[in-house]
């Protein structure tokens, strides 16, 4: 079985659902519902996979507003971002009736495993996450709660509920899966057998997608400038103008090379992933055309993609009322799953159970 840090599809992921015929192995994840929409990173770095993998797992796809309020949040627009979050998943392709889709803070059970799972972690363990050094130098260390702190924990208390043994995300959560897999080990081996040791999933080709402006930087949904950041709710004309102005090189070559030209690099990583052709194809079929070129059919080819999506978004949240019981009725199949392995790690750590 290969180790976490897995950078291709895993051939393991076809033959073990194969195997296990009617039981689907299970599978989480999830995304914060802390902006207006979803953006091209988060869409092609994991949104993609997660449609293509519900054929195969019995899939958990979480808005997490739990992690999302580690950092200050307006009630209401955290009420807002939550239903878009999950109409953007729904839009996307995600099938409510194979996989289920709620919301995090609808099964108690996230925030109770959190719980365990900060007592058996080292304080040095957490404070060597990268996200919250990044995070939490941002704002100034004093500032920053001691939720993005213990964020992690609640990372990994949402994949072991499940007994996931996949979770499809970008490069940017490889080290909270490592996280996640030596504390599932840890209380494994302390308390006898009770999770699951997940694989993380990480499309080699879409790990890391870059901000059009900043290039060497991922795109992000807290980045200081929007001109980079491309949001699935953006309207077609702001589509078009950013990548218009993404920034390249002045050497007028459309050529695949990360570190040299880590712009034009970035568009074709795009484009192929878009496109399902090779960097190599692209590299041919632009060769001698001018960088206008490229960023033009980019354009229209994100636009062709998005904007279908960012449609059915629109309509499923006029329907708030039909979204609302959705997120409700995968919520209570949710609990379900959570609740039996809370049980078990109640029972094990010794914790007296209700009479
Ligand atoms: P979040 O909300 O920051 O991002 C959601 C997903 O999008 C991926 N992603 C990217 N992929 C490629 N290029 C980018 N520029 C890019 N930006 C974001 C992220 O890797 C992620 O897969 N901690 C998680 C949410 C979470 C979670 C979980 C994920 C909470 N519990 C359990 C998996 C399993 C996060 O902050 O994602």
Known sequence: MPSVGQTTRPFWLTTLSKLEGMTKPNLFSGMQPSSGSLHLGNYLGALVNWVKLQDEFNAFYCVVDLHAITVPQDPAVLRANTRLTAAQYLAAGIDPARSSLF?????????????????????????????????????????????????????????????????????DQRQH??????????????????????????????????????????????????????????????????????????????????????????????????????VQELETRFAGAGYGTLKGDLADLVVATIEPIRDRTNALLADQAELDRLLSAAADRASEVAEATLKQVNDRLGLLPKA
């Open 103 to 171: 919301v995090q803070s609808h099964v108690a059970a996230h925030s109770q495993l959190a719980w365990v799972l900060n007592t058996i972690t080292g304080f040095g363990e957490a404070g060597r996450m990268t996200q919250f050094k990044d995070k939490s130098q941002k704002g100034g260390v004093e500032s920053a709660s001691v939720g993005l702190f213990t964020y992690p924990m609640l990372m990994a208390a949402d994949i072991l509920l499940y007994q996931s043994k996949a979770v499809p995300v970008g490069e």
């Open 177 to 278: 899966l490592e996280l996640t897999r030596d504390l599932a080990e840890r209380f494994n081996s302390r308390f006898g057998q009770t999770f699951t040791i997940p694989e993380a999933v990480i499309l080699k080709e879409t790990a890391k997608i870059y901000d059009l402006q900043n290039p060497d930087a991922k795109m992000s949904k807290s980045a200081a400038d929007t001109k980079g950041l491309v949001n699935i709710m953006d309207d077609n004309s702001t589509i078009v103008k950013k990548f218009k102005s993404a920034v390249t090189d002045t050497d007028g070559e459309i050529r695949f090379d990360r570190a040299a030209k880590p712009g034009v690099s970035n568009l074709l990583g795009i484009f192929s992933a878009i496109s399902g052709h090779t």
